[in-house]
């Protein structure tokens, strides 16, 4: 009886304190635009290894996107220094945004691994890593939407879950494509550029389970 009181009085504590808090016109703009750069930035190396011909335009595309989130990220980390008041935890607004610029920078690492290799060939494994690094983007979006009120805490548990399963599938899909690199390629150059690329896109899937941790920490701080 008496916790049921006490967690109705917490939830009406939080309820009144959102309510006193300014509505945030800082944080949430910037956490939108760099989840919606991510999103194009997935979607530009996913396109790039889709199309036969010059990537270069693509690489170009990235580095410009990269760049943008990593302005945003320094603008965000500004904010935080100068407000005193955050629409959420601190740590939290400093994980998030932290994340999200590592998971580019991942991406880039992928998309810089082809161009300064100059890979033409690419394989059946890596469409596959960048269409999964692309739906963890989008997943990821889908939670970053959500962040603003708070109210639909059902939507970013379903970001988080379905983040978690597309990291699950490129683990898979990595440690497959390793196996059939070292046993199948006789080539000792192809195989470290190849696993380099790989082990980019890896890393960016398993970067996006750290997003969902955050996203899913925040979820429940306010359930």
Do not use: W
């Not at 990593?70 to 945004?97: C, G, Q, V, W, Y």
């Not at 890593?129 to 805490?153: F, R, S």
């Amino acid at each position: 009886m008496f916790a049921t009181i006490l967690k109705l009085l917490i939830m009406s504590l939080n309820s009144i304190f959102q309510f006193l808090v300014p509505k945030d016109k800082k944080f949430f703009p910037l956490f939108e635009q760099a989840s919606a750069n991510l999103v194009e930035l997935s979607e530009t190396l996913h396109d790039a290894v889709n199309i036969k011909g010059d990537r270069e335009e693509f690489y170009k595309k990235i580095e410009d996107l990269v760049a943008n989130i990593e302005a945003l990220t320094h603008k965000m980390n500004m904010e935080l220094s100068r407000n005193f008041i955050t629409p959420f935890d601190r740590e939290d607004i400093h994980a998030l945004i932290t994340s999200i610029n590592e998971v580019a920078g991942y991406i880039y690492n992928a998309s810089n691994r082809m161009k300064l290799y100059q890979v033409e060939k690419i394989t059946k494994s890596i469409r596959k890593m960048t269409e999964l690094t692309l739906e963890a983007c989008q997943q990821i979006n889908l939670g970053i939407l959500e962040i603003k009120d708070l109210k639909n805490l059902k939507n970013i548990n379903s970001a988080v879950k379905k983040i978690n399963k597309i990291e699950s599938k490129g683990d898979v899909i990595y440690d497959s494509a390793v196996a059939d690199l070292f046993e199948n390629e006789s080539d000792v150059k192809h195989i470290i550029i190849y696993k380099e690329v790989l082990s980019a896109l890896h890393n960016s899937t398993d970067k996006c389970r750290v997003v969902a941790r955050t996203l899913e920490a925040i979820a429940v701080k306010h359930s």
